[in-house]
């Protein structure tokens, strides 16, 4: 559960709940009630001190509705205090249930400054089933909102039912591992005599993908391209759309003649609309497990979607649905233990956001893609937005479009929303010992107010991940970087050596914006106010930091970074989501006159590539180490400390395999990543980034080979023989590569 956030349990006589505080120094409140909603602060004995019980926890509307149904009254109710600020990292509290009752967890916690570093995080609840056992059934998940249709289908059945223009449709995995066919029939077709319901293959061909997600590529299309059901939300993101529903002709071949089957289900449900029998019914098939091998072969293995999983659909005309909850158990269709399928409409009043699941970690529980604070804002000015580290970011505006923010870029000055990188507070006694045992830069060398670019490896030398840490103070620090992972390695190296250091996420605290190209000192210089004892705009330094208001001592509170992601001047703003909207104004509104424009994550690819810098998941992962990566600058070998990774970093260093270089290639094709690159037959390496340079007027890529490869160079497509462009090494960054831009 988050930080800021609040959780409601039923639980039954017997039930273990265990609350941990990951990262430490999250206070957290537990509230008892019986099950008539009564307040019962001896229901888990006497946990802790008493405390009172805001009357509108963190939650929202759900939270309320859900306690109204329970009878609970909050006003009436308090709370046990379980942990407190000093709780330290990992902290732990278990209770059992003496009765059957209901459990309210409460993380509080507010809005934190962009120079603060106490941001409320999540917590981690556990409940022990006493019933747990083979034959243990969970509860359908709360409702999203009133329900209009609330229906359960138990495996081997099917439902059909109605929902109008606008309204919602939710298709819940109860128990997990358990396929639905879903197939929806506009309603004036229908009428018509004219049955019309989702294509597949029309599908695909409209959205150019195996299935659609939320996006722009978020409909299911009719045979007449008609936009059918818009995908607003999708918690598995792992669905069929190739083969049918199961068939009687399917289990017959089997031997298994007779067994119930979805085709016929459906054909049942169906005859009421006069729609005519099929052997075999095309259909959406969500969590259904379907891959293509190498021989181009579909294969099934048991799903991916987890208890409470779903798909959130919405109706874009009147239409007739179909659910069935899959029988299939002689294989893994269902994970061999086929379960219920919850259905739910809501209403068209309803409004719901467009989001994926993401998790930090394999294990965590799924966070639906984000708005950042400047989404009001940007989401004004563009519809293309790209699900990026769990949250919506701007893609391309269509007024400049992408080349058009390039050259803003490179000639005057850009904004641009990269609010998804994740920020992480390092604080406490022994901080620095804990960044200077992880990082590959001298951490000690770093001061109050600077900056440093650094690595994060594993014990091989392998890349955990890349950024900026920032000193706040003697024992605080932030680090500034693409992953979750980054947190979780620092917060379990500082447990393994019993380091006094909280690593605290701040990600959902910190908007930031960055303002990049050769106008944004003049732009930043008329917002910024800077109190006496802090750098002004045009006095910071490169890779320095100041912390300011926007347009005078009474406005919103940001910290400003002079780094950026584009080989240009420029700065990046930290601020609290709720001013972000403010802060982007006020930078709009003196950008104006300098021609600032939106910017979006096509132009910054561009870039970024020219300026030769990296990127997780391209020019480096966990098998490749900062020298290959082209990154060794960032690795301090000279220093006595040792930190994780060093001694293999050592061993890569002197013995190296691979090294990252620069191309520039004939034609105009963008080879795709991963495209081989050859000598002749052999191939020596792959493309990490390929983009066309406006500057440079042609094709540059990044590429990782061997380091006894020398040339000349050839990018493979299609099968890599079939056609081949003919590349040449250039030195990289392709772009200012004295970096006398980003210096200025």
Same mark, same amino acid.
């Given at each position: ?92 509290? =278990? ?20 120079? %603060? ?135 017959? %071949?089997?031997?298994?003649?007779? /067994? ?44 991916? =979607? ?68 400047? /989404? ?38 850009? $904004? ?20 200077? $045992? ?31 840490? %920032? ?25 393994? /050596? ?95 006159? /300098? ?22 998941? %391209? ?73 066309? =340079? ?51």
């Amino acid at each position: 559960m988050p930080g800021g956030g609040a959780l409601l349990l039923d639980l039954g006589a017997g039930d273990r709940l265990e609350i941990a505080d990951p990262e430490g120094a999250q206070p957290a409140l537990l509230a008892s009630f019986d099950a008539a909603g009564a307040s019962a602060p001896g229901l888990f004995g006497a946990p802790g001190p008493r405390a009172r019980l805001d009357a509108a926890p963190a939650g929202g509307d759900r939270l309320r509705a859900a306690c109204l149904r329970r009878g609970i009254d909050l006003t009436r109710a308090d709370a046990a205090a379980v942990f407190g600020a000093e709780s330290p990292p990992g902290a732990t509290a =278990s209770f059992t249930a003496t009765e059957a009752g209901v459990a309210l967890i409460v993380a509080p916690g507010g809005a934190m400054a962009p120079d %603060a570093q106490t941001p409320p995080t999540e917590l981690r609840v556990v409940v022990t089933r006493a019933a747990a056992g083979p034959s243990f059934r969970r509860r359908p998940t709360e409702p999203l909102a009133d329900a209009m249709l609330d229906i359960r289908i138990d495996p081997g059945r099917a439902i059909a039912y109605e929902v109008p223009k606008g309204g919602w449709i939710q298709i819940l995995d109860v128990q997990g591992r358990e396929c639905s066919d879903f197939q929806a029939f506009s309603r004036r077709a229908l009428d018509r005599g004219r049955p019309r319901e989702i294509d597949p293959t029309a599908t695909r061909s409209m959205t150019g993908g195996l299935y659609p997600a939320p996006g722009l590529g978020a409909k299911f299309f009719s045979q007449d391209l008609e936009p059918l059901v818009e995908v607003v939300r999708d918690t598995c993101g792992r669905h069929d759309m190739f083969g049918l529903a199961c068939t009687a002709r399917y289990y017959a %071949a089997m031997g298994y003649p007779g /067994h119930v089957n979805c085709s016929d289900n459906l054909n049942l449900q169906a005859a009421p609309w006069s729609i005519p029998e099929r052997e075999g019914w095309p259909a959406v098939n969500f969590f259904y497990n379907t891959a293509l091998d190498e021989a181009l072969q579909i294969g099934l293995d048991e799903p991916w =979607s987890r208890p409470g999983d779903y798909v959130l659909l919405r109706a874009m005309t009147d239409l007739v649905c179909f659910s069935t909850a899959c029988p299939s158990d002689i294989d893994a269709t269902n994970g061999f233990d086929p379960t219920e399928i919850q259905v739910r409409v809501h209403g068209p009043q309803e409004r719901f956001s467009r989001a994926t699941a993401w998790r930090k970690t394999p294990d965590a529980e799924p966070e639906m893609t984000k708005e950042t604070g400047f /989404h009001p804002r940007t989401s004004a000015l563009t519809e293309s937005f790209a699900a990026y580290n769990g949250f919506w970011l701007p893609s391309v505006f269509p007024g400049e479009g992408a080349v058009g923010e390039y050259w803003a870029c490179r000639e005057r000055a850009a $904004l641009i929303d990269l609010s998804a990188l994740r920020k992480v507070e390092v604080i406490g006694p022994d901080a620095e010992n804990l960044l200077q $045992l992880c990082l590959t830069r001298d951490v000690r060398r770093l001061s109050v107010g600077q900056v440093s670019y650094s690595a994060l490896c594993f014990e091989h030398g392998g890349m955990i991940d890349d950024g900026t840490l %920032a000193r706040l103070g003697p024992d605080n620090f932030r680090w500034i970087c693409g992953a979750d992972d980054s947190a979780l390695h620092l917060r379990e190296t500082a447990g393994a /050596h019993g380091l006094d250091a909280w690593v605290k996420t701040s990600t959902d605290q910190l908007c930031n914006v960055a303002l990049q190209g050769p106008l944004s000192r003049d732009i930043l210089k008329a917002v910024l106010w800077t109190p006496p004892d802090r750098p002004a705009a045009d006095s910071l330094g490169w890779f320095r930091f100041t912390v300011g208001r926007i347009a005078g001592w009474e406005g919103p509170a940001v910290v400003v970074s002079r780094t950026g992601y584009t080989g240009e001047l420029g700065y990046e703003l930290f601020c609290h989501p709720r001013d972000a909207e403010a802060v982007w104004d006020a930078l709009r509104e003196a950008g104006a006159p /300098h021609g600032l424009a939106a910017m979006g994550l096509e132009a910054l690819d561009m870039l970024r590539i020219e300026a030769g810098l990296v990127a997780a998941g %391209a020019e480096f992962c966990s098998r490749t180490d900062p020298f290959e990566a082209g990154i060794g600058f960032a690795v301090s070998l000279k220093t006595p400390d040792d930190f994780i990774g060093r001694a293999a970093l050592e061993a890569r260093k002197a013995h190296p395999q691979r090294r990252l270089i620069g191309l520039r290639l004939g034609g105009g094709r963008i080879p795709g990543r991963g495209d081989g690159v050859f000598t002749g037959r052999a191939q020596v390496g792959e493309i990490t980034s390929a983009t066309r =340079s406006p500057s440079l007027g042609g094709v540059i890529a990044l590429a990782r080979v061997d380091v006894a490869a020398a040339g000349p160079f050839e990018v493979g497509r299609l099968d890599g023989f079939m056609e081949r462009a003919p590349a040449e090494t250039a030195p990289f960054p392709f772009y200012d590569p004295e970096k006398t831009r980003v210096r200025a």
